[in-house]
């Protein structure tokens, strides 16, 4: 099994469509865990940590379960400029702070007219 | 401007010629970090700091050296490149704290094909 593992996509769905990624993670250790934003292989840019009550910014909405090892983006209402690959990131956990991250494939979305 | 920088920005080397990215933050961030990105792989990291002095291996560290003397400079270090090696790289800076890693900036990419 993948550290973290995510399906590749790509999502093609229209403009105001509701879509949902999934991330799932190996390490049951694992503490932190985010949302980063890719455009075309420019760098990654954060776009939303992952907290264990859940969060919400805007259209943006992130779950995590623990106890099934996943996390989870949903974006309601898609934008044109929504199109990006979405990466989820976990770090590795165990005891003090290991400092390694792990990043998924990413998930690619393409939101149509 | 906060920002992480990488120099060169693009490099083209031959095989077994030593090389140096360069990677700064003005952040004053303690953490920093080295990733690769590959078609189908997705980033992996190569290298990560914890602070000054302090430096561990990531996922795919073979055939990369990293040193950080300086809270702001984290050089990556090919002693001597391989065409496997040709690949997207990616330095990162953040805080560090309450036992958790916080946002990750990441600077612009330097792009590297080893013949």
């Known amino acids: 099994r993948k550290e973290v593992e995510q399906d590749p996509g790509p999502f093609n769905v229209p403009e105001g469509a509701t879509v949902a990624f999934n991330c799932t993670y190996s390490?049951?250790?694992?503490?932190?865990f985010f949302w980063y934003r890719q455009d075309c292989r420019k760098e990654p840019k954060l776009l939303m940590s992952?907290?264990?009550s859940g969060n919400e910014d805007g259209r943006f909405t992130a779950q995590l379960n623990r106890a099934s090892q996943y996390i989870s983006l949903l974006i309601r209402d898609s934008k044109l400029s929504d199109s990006a690959t979405y990466l989820c990131?976990?770090?590795?956990?165990?005891?003090?702070?290991?400092?390694?991250?792990?990043f998924g494939q990413g998930t690619t979305l393409q939101v149509k007219p | 401007e906060a920002q992480v920088t990488q120099n060169p920005r693009y490099l083209i080397t031959v095989t077994g010629k030593k090389l140096t990215v360069t990677c700064s933050q003005n952040?004053?961030?303690?953490?920093m970090s080295w990733y690769r990105q590959d078609p189908g792989l997705g980033l992996r990291q190569i290298y990560y700091?914890?602070?000054?002095?302090?430096?561990d291996k990531g996922d795919v560290p073979e055939g990369y050296k990293v040193s950080r003397k300086e809270k702001r400079n984290f050089p990556l270090i090919l002693e001597s490149p391989s065409p496997n090696q040709t690949s997207l790289y990616f330095c990162?800076?953040?805080?560090?704290?309450?036992?958790?890693?916080?946002?990750?900036?990441f600077g612009p990419g330097t792009r590297l094909t080893v013949l």
């Open positions: 700091s914890m602070n000054v002095e302090v430096t």
């Open positions: 390490n049951s250790a694992s503490q932190s």
């Open positions: 990162a800076s953040s805080t560090l704290g309450g036992g958790s890693y916080n946002e990750q900036f």
């Open positions: 952040m004053n961030h303690e953490y």
């Open positions: 992952v907290y264990s």
């Open positions: 990131v976990v770090n590795w956990g165990g005891s003090g702070n290991t400092g390694k991250l792990i």
